[in-house]
C-alpha cells in the first residue's frame, strides 16, 4: 500500500469536512418539518371550499322539501298498524305508525345509537332496538330505554285526498 491511499484527505482536527459538499443532505428535519406544514396548510386551505358547502347543506336541512312520496292510502293503515316505506331516498328506511284516527307519526327507523333497523311492537305499543334493547317513545321519538340518547329523526307527514304523504324530515334539536 502506497502513503497517498493512507493519507487522509482532510485534516484530521477538523469534523465539518462535509458541511460543504454538494447534495450532502437534501432533505434535513428542518426542511422535512417546513414540507409537512406546508403540505399541511395546502391541505387544510383547499378543504375549505368543501366544508363551506357541507355547513351551508347542513344549515338547510330542516327547511329542505323533498318532492311528497306516498307512502299508503288511509283506509290501508289500522289504528296501531306500522307501515315500512323509504324516504326521503330510496335506500333510506323509515316507518309510519298509526296511533290514533286522526294522528300518524313517521321516523326513520335507524337507531340513534348505531343504525340497527327499529321495529314497532304493537302488543307492548313501543319501538325497540334489538341489537341493544334501546326503546323510543311512540309520540315522540325520544329514546326511553337502552344506549341511544338521541331521538330517532322526525319525518313529516301530510294526509291528503286519503292518502298519507311524507312530506320533509324534521331537523334534528338539540
Same mark, same amino acid.
Given at each position: 500500500?502506497?502513503?497517498?491511499?493512507?493519507?487522509?484527505?482532510?485534516?484530521?482536527?477538523?469534523?465539518?469536512?462535509?458541511?460543504?459538499?454538494?447534495?450532502?443532505?437534501?432533505?434535513?428535519?428542518?426542511?422535512?418539518?417546513?414540507?409537512?406544514?406546508?403540505?399541511?396548510?395546502?391541505?387544510?386551505?383547499?378543504?375549505?371550499?368543501?366544508?363551506?358547502?357541507?355547513?351551508?347543506?347542513?344549515?338547510?336541512? +330542516? &327547511?329542505?322539501?323533498? @318532492?311528497?312520496?306516498?307512502?299508503?292510502?288511509?283506509? %290501508?293503515? *289500522?289504528?296501531?298498524? =306500522?307501515?315500512?316505506?323509504?324516504?326521503?331516498?330510496?335506500?333510506?328506511?323509515?316507518?309510519?305508525?298509526?296511533?290514533?284516527?286522526?294522528?300518524?307519526?313517521?321516523?326513520?327507523?335507524?337507531?340513534?345509537?348505531?343504525?340497527?333497523?327499529?321495529?314497532?311492537?304493537?302488543?307492548? +305499543? &313501543?319501538?325497540?332496538? @334489538?341489537?341493544?334493547?334501546?326503546?323510543?317513545?311512540? %309520540?315522540? *321519538?325520544?329514546?326511553? =330505554?337502552?344506549?341511544?340518547?338521541?331521538?330517532?329523526?322526525?319525518?313529516?307527514?301530510?294526509?291528503?285526498?286519503?292518502s298519507i304523504y311524507?312530506?320533509?324530515?324534521?331537523?334534528?334539536?338539540?
Amino acid at each position: 500500500m502506497s502513503d497517498k491511499n493512507k493519507k487522509i484527505p482532510f485534516h484530521e482536527d477538523n469534523y465539518t469536512h462535509n458541511i460543504d459538499r454538494n447534495n450532502e443532505r437534501k432533505l434535513d428535519r428542518r426542511g422535512f418539518m417546513k414540507t409537512l406544514v406546508g403540505a399541511a396548510g395546502v391541505f387544510a386551505v383547499s378543504s375549505l371550499p368543501w366544508g363551506a358547502m357541507a355547513a351551508k347543506e347542513l344549515a338547510g336541512l +330542516g &327547511e329542505k322539501e323533498y @318532492p311528497h312520496k306516498k307512502i299508503a292510502d288511509v283506509n %290501508a293503515v *289500522g289504528i296501531g298498524d =306500522a307501515v315500512d316505506f323509504a324516504f326521503p331516498g330510496e335506500h333510506d328506511s323509515a316507518i309510519l305508525i298509526r296511533i290514533s284516527d286522526e294522528k300518524y307519526v313517521a321516523y326513520q327507523n335507524a337507531c340513534t345509537h348505531l343504525r340497527c333497523p327499529v321495529f314497532w311492537v304493537k302488543e307492548d +305499543g &313501543e319501538m325497540v332496538c @334489538p341489537c341493544h334493547h334501546g326503546k323510543f317513545d311512540v %309520540a315522540t *321519538g325520544e329514546p326511553t =330505554a337502552g344506549p341511544p340518547r338521541r331521538p330517532l329523526p322526525e319525518i313529516q307527514v301530510k294526509v291528503e285526498n286519503g292518502s298519507i304523504y311524507a312530506v320533509r324530515v324534521k331537523r334534528y334539536e338539540a
